[in-house]
């Protein structure tokens, strides 16, 4: 009689396993990039939101005049996308000649802005 020879390798069981383990690895890594990339969206629609809205403080800035109190909102094209730029200017609550500006930038979902980036300055009227 012939002896057999203990073969080396994988049962199926330890295959399957291992598959198993690997599936759950896989789908871990893929949640994770996916919050990565939902992330990395999330920034650059903030980083462009900011540099709009200090565009937009700068023009402000820029114009010389002490500006008049209003509440606007425009809508602008930039990088491709559609943003909702709201710009308010209110009295402040002093005696002095001052005036609060504050712009926000952001998208428009539904209906309504979400807004990424809000910038608040003062104005003062020169003499």
């Given at each position: 009689?012939?002896?057999?020879?203990?073969?080396?390798?994988?049962?199926?069981?330890?295959?399957?396993?291992?598959?198993?383990?690997?599936?759950?690895?896989?789908?871990?890594?893929?949640?994770?990039?996916?919050?990565?990339?939902?992330?990395?969206?999330?920034?650059?629609?903030?980083?462009?939101?900011?540099?709009?809205?200090?565009?937009?403080?700068v023009e402000?800035?820029?114009?010389?005049d002490?500006?008049a109190?209003?509440?606007?909102?425009?809508?602008?094209?930039?990088?491709?996308?559609?943003?909702?730029?709201?710009?308010?200017?209110?009295?402040?609550?002093?005696?002095?000649?001052?005036?609060?500006?504050?712009?926000?930038v952001g998208?428009?979902?539904?209906?309504?802005?979400?807004?990424?980036?809000?910038?608040?300055?003062?104005?003062?009227?020169?003499?």
């Amino acid at each position: 009689m012939k002896k057999m020879k203990n073969s080396s390798g994988f049962t199926l069981i330890e295959v399957l396993v291992a598959l198993a383990i690997f599936a759950v690895a896989v789908a871990s890594l893929s949640a994770a990039m996916q919050n990565n990339v939902k992330n990395a969206n999330y920034l650059k629609d903030k980083t462009i939101a900011h540099w709009i809205a200090s565009n937009k403080m700068v023009e402000l800035a820029a114009a010389g005049d002490y500006p008049a109190i209003a509440d606007r909102t425009d809508k602008i094209e930039y990088a491709g996308q559609e943003w909702v730029v709201n710009t308010k200017i209110q009295k402040a609550q002093t005696k002095m000649a001052i005036r609060i500006g504050e712009v926000s930038v952001g998208m428009e979902k539904e209906g309504d802005a979400n807004y990424y980036a809000t910038l608040t300055a003062l104005f003062s009227e020169a003499k």
